[in-house]
């Protein structure tokens, strides 16, 4: 039956992503074990691709070979690997495993086998159980005789990505050159609206457009930054960085541009800028509108001509430079009142891709927040830390004003007040909510409405007494949405707006909640 069904799936018309997710749901079903994971090798480091029976925040981390013994074990063999239940090396999984919601579980029973493309090592395939003895000497030779199917799956979806990005190439005009970039750089999240943003930025890095990068603090302007340059025909050259608001205005000029021995006092030998450094590459100028105004008129000519002259000198040099630009300000409104060139706004603004809030991609944030747990894991020396069900409701529906950057933080200081409470480094370690520093009036209320939040949540306490933070939570995000919609005028896209959350995730948790039916009730 197992042979059957992924043979089919195999000459099925599916996204990569269906395709794998079906692949490990499949195997999950037939060998009667509590998850299954597929990771793909990326450098020193396993990036989960497809789970089934891992808490949802699995796919965002992102597991170092050298912390994990059975995953080494696993990539160092050819043949399947099975650990006994009584086995003393840790488990990548423990805690992330849930059959009762919000209690986590060790693993007992482990197998897994290496998945190899055209003779390279492509991944792992794992299988967990909860009850030992799931896994047999005949389930473990089961698994090597399928794993022919898995790889074939694997590779199909392999050649379905170069062929796109053939097609892309193709129709662009892009060079692969060949360079590798680091997991570090990687973007996280699965949402619709970072999917089309990375798509868009793709486009636009294959031309030589000057680009500005718009969004709020802690965004990660600088990552999307780096994405565009790896994406572009420049990508074999540099990528120079500079932060604008960190440039005193007396060296702003010589930073940029260079200088001659003697330009000024303490220059003693000539040397070159950031402009000559990122000559055939990027130039990243993150803060752009912290620009003093002089330095602004002379990046300017730079940009009108390709040239530059270092300071205390009159020979100009030709510079090739791609200009990504980044701010959280209103460059326009700066532009209204004299502090930003007009002139060089539209300069840098040729196109502008606006980086949504953290609060507008809400479904990323168990990704991201996985990915920052395992990160603290391996900083801390951490058998295994997972967040608990309550504390996932309040991450989801925090308002994010500090964004991805604030999420990071409030994991990363969590984790250590968790293990400063006593907890032992080898026991699974639980983030509950009294650890995030997110209060539920914070989080469910956007910076606009906190006052409303906080009257609704006043009114909600009466009712509240003595239930357990999940379903108070839930009572004060009933009672909030209600408000919220009747203050909309009975408008689902201007409550969304309202309560800043994306529209779909607030209808699938209005219909979760029994909102809907509520309002529809009250007509």
């Not at 540099?238 to 000024?264: R, T």
């Not at 409303?452 to 949540?457: G, I, K, R």
């Amino acid at each position: 039956m197992l042979e059957e069904t992924l043979v089919a799936d195999l000459v099925a018309d599916l996204p990569s992503a269906v395709r794998l997710q079906r692949l490990v749901n499949t195997m999950r079903t037939h060998f009667g074990c509590s998850a299954v994971a597929l990771l793909q090798l990326q450098q020193e480091q396993l990036k989960p691709v497809a789970v089934c029976g891992l808490a949802s925040e699995t796919l965002g981390r992102r597991f170092m070979v050298a912390h994990h013994p059975r995953l080494a074990t696993i990539l160092q063999s050819r043949q399947p690997v099975h650990f006994a239940p009584d086995s003393s090396l840790p488990d990548p999984y423990d805690g992330l495993v849930e059959v009762q919601q919000g209690q986590p579980l060790l693993v007992h029973d482990c197998m897994g086998i290496s998945l190899y493309l055209e003779g390279q090592c492509w991944g792992v395939l794992t299988l967990d159980a909860l009850q030992a003895g799931t896994f047999s000497r005949l389930t473990v030779l089961e698994l090597q005789r399928f794993s022919l199917l898995v790889e074939a799956a694997v590779r199909v979806c392999q050649l379905e990505t170069e062929l796109r990005t053939v097609r892309f190439a193709r129709a662009n005009q892009v060079l692969d050159s060949g360079v590798y970039h680091s997991p570090a750089d990687e973007i996280i999240g699965q949402s619709p609206q970072l999917l089309q943003l990375l798509s868009e930025v793709k486009v636009v890095a294959s031309s030589d457009l000057p680009v500005l990068l718009l969004g709020e603090t802690g965004v990660g302007k600088e990552l999307f930054a780096r994405y565009l340059h790896q994406q572009s025909n420049r990508n074999n050259k540099p990528l120079v960085y500079i932060n604008c608001a960190a440039l005193p205005e007396s060296l702003a000029e010589s930073e940029l541009f260079g200088h001659v021995k003697g330009a000024f006092s303490g220059a003693q030998q000539e040397r070159s800028g950031r402009f000559e450094a990122a000559d055939g590459g990027t130039l990243f100028l993150d803060e752009v509108g912290e620009l003093p105004l002089l330095v602004q008129a002379k990046m300017l000519r730079v940009l009108q001509n390709g040239e530059i002259q270092r300071l205390g000198s009159d020979k100009s040099r030709s510079v090739n430079v791609r200009i990504v630009a980044a701010t959280n300000r209103d460059l326009a409104q700066q532009v209204a009142q004299g502090a930003f060139r007009a002139d060089l706004y539209h300069r840098l603004s040729v196109y502008p891709v606006p980086i949504p809030p953290l609060r507008q991609r809400s479904s990323d944030i168990a990704m991201l927040a996985g990915h920052f747990l395992e990160q603290n894991r391996s900083r801390l020396g951490l058998r295994s830390i997972r967040l608990s069900q309550d504390a996932q409701l309040l991450l989801l529906h925090y308002h994010w004003p500090g964004n991805v950057r604030e999420l990071e933080h409030v994991i990363s200081r969590a984790a250590i007040k968790a293990l400063s409470e006593g907890h032992n480094r080898s026991d699974i370690l639980t983030i509950e909510p009294r650890y995030l520093d997110i209060s539920p009036t914070a989080a469910v209320a956007g910076e606009q409405n906190m006052a409303a939040a906080e009257q609704v949540f006043s009114n909600t306490l009466a009712t509240a007494k003595g239930l357990p933070l999940k379903q108070a939570l839930q009572q004060f995000q009933r009672q909030h949405i209600e408000a919220a919609f009747k203050q909309s005028g009975g408008s689902w896209s201007k409550t969304a707006r309202l309560l800043e959350i994306d529209s779909s995730n607030l209808h699938k948790l209005a219909e979760k909640l029994g909102v809907k039916a509520l309002l529809k009730g009250q007509n």
